[in-house]
């Protein structure tokens, strides 16, 4: 079993609208949890990383947050644009790298 | 900065030949990362560096896999011999230092063993 969750699988969304990427982990120890945005055809680019200690960071239009107790971070995409249109994918740090499946996200006109 | 640079860039080859992946890490970075995404098991981690030396290996599928970094602007990332579950995109990062600084993604190769 992944110890890295994400959901939704796929979004649809329509430009200009909000929406929220959900992460879950149960891996133990943390050192850090990131979000990376992966357009179709090209390498991640990380978006946020975030230390247990940190509860939301924000880069834009994208803000992280980490909840370490529940073990629950999540990605919220404000005002999006069609060039949001992309696969989003957890990865946690704890000692090795965990890496969630990835929400494809599409942005339509 | 030309950033992390990858050759090829796509690459068809036959069941049972050798395969060689290259990769060039941003100047500066100390640590470089080998991943494979497929659709299936989405993105792995196969191997990284640091400083030139093999720190963690686990990733590494099997012994037909092997990677290496012999300076600190090159490394590669051979098959052989390959097989047809070896298609992937291979991706190669570098950071500055270590697993947890944030990794720049190099744009990958494409491999299909047929």
């Known amino acids: 079993k992944n110890q890295v969750e994400q959901s939704p699988q796929s979004l649809i969304i329509l430009e200009g609208k909000n929406c929220t990427l959900q992460?879950?982990?149960?891996?133990?120890?943390?050192?850090?949890l990131r979000w990376y945005k992966q357009d179709t055809g090209r390498g991640p680019v990380s978006l946020t990383i975030?230390?247990?200690?940190?509860n939301t960071k924000s880069n834009g239009r994208y803000t992280a947050t980490l909840d370490a107790d529940t073990k629950q971070s999540s990605l919220h995409i404000t005002a999006s644009q069609l060039s949001d249109s992309a696969s989003y994918i957890c990865?946690?740090?704890?000692?090795?790298?965990?890496f969630g499946a990835g929400t494809r996200l599409t942005v339509k006109p | 900065d030309a950033g992390v640079i990858q050759s090829p860039r796509h690459e068809v080859t036959e069941m049972g030949q050798e395969v060689t992946l290259r990769c060039k890490p941003i100047?500066?970075?100390?640590?470089l990362f080998w991943y494979r995404q497929t659709m299936m098991r989405g993105l792995e981690l196969l191997i990284y560096?640091?400083?030139?030396?093999?720190?963690?290996d686990s990733g590494m599928p099997e012994d037909r896999f092997s990677a290496k970094m012999p300076n600190a602007s090159f490394s590669t990332l051979k098959i052989q011999p390959s097989e047809p579950r070896d298609s992937a995109v291979y991706f190669c990062?570098?950071?500055?230092?270590?697993?947890?600084?944030?990794?720049?993604f190099g744009p990958g190769t494409r491999l299909t063993v047929l």
């Open positions: 990062a570098s950071s500055l230092e270590g697993l947890y600084n944030e990794q720049f």
């Open positions: 992460c879950n982990y149960t891996v133990s120890p943390f050192s850090n």
């Open positions: 975030m230390t247990f200690s940190e």
């Open positions: 990865v946690v740090s704890a000692g090795d790298m965990r």
């Open positions: 100047s500066g970075h100390n640590s």
């Open positions: 560096f640091n400083n030139n030396v093999p720190i963690d």
